[in-house]
């Protein structure tokens, strides 16, 4: 069977019509929430200050965590689920964030393990132990990576 229909025949269809857009809500996720992005740097980032401003202004929660502040005074703990799996769990002045509540992270520019007590050898071996061992529990997150 041949199509005898010509350009002239089909009908236009303009896409600023009302009919061509979509005019129902957005679906929503009972009871579910907005994921976090986790922001890995150190204390004083003026471009990580910057950008948890446009997240917030956005809607978006923005969560700084500064590695050299672990043990002094936050806190990174995990712990084995039921199935296995590795959940953390991370406490500091901003209060409680989950491993299921980051979707993403930004690996900015942290710094790892500043205590000025310890040797150069005792800082060098503190700062590559907290850097493996933050970026290991964190990978474990499936979250959106940037910067790694």
């Not at 996720?29 to 990580?48: C, F, M, N, W, Y």
């Not at 930004?106 to 000025?116: E, G, I, Q, T």
Request: positive net charge.
């Amino acid at each position: 069977m041949v199509n005898c229909m010509t350009k002239s025949t089909k009908p236009k269809i303009d896409a600023r019509s009302p009919q061509n857009k979509d005019t129902r809500p957005a679906p929503k996720s009972p009871g579910r929430r907005q994921r976090k992005v986790l922001i890995i740097t150190q204390e004083i980032d003026p471009h990580a200050d910057v950008m948890a401003l446009h997240l917030q202004k956005r809607g978006v929660k923005a969560v700084r965590f500064h590695p050299q502040s672990l043990g002094r005074p936050d806190t990174l703990s995990c712990e084995f689920g039921p199935r296995g799996q590795l959940n953390w769990r991370l406490e500091g002045a901003y209060g409680v964030l989950k491993d299921r509540e980051v979707g993403s992270v930004w690996y900015r520019r942290p710094l790892f393990a500043l205590d000025p007590e310890l040797s150069p050898e005792e800082a060098q071996f503190a700062q590559t132990e907290s850097r493996e061992a933050v970026l290991g529990l964190f990978r474990l997150t499936e979250a959106f990576w940037v910067n790694v």
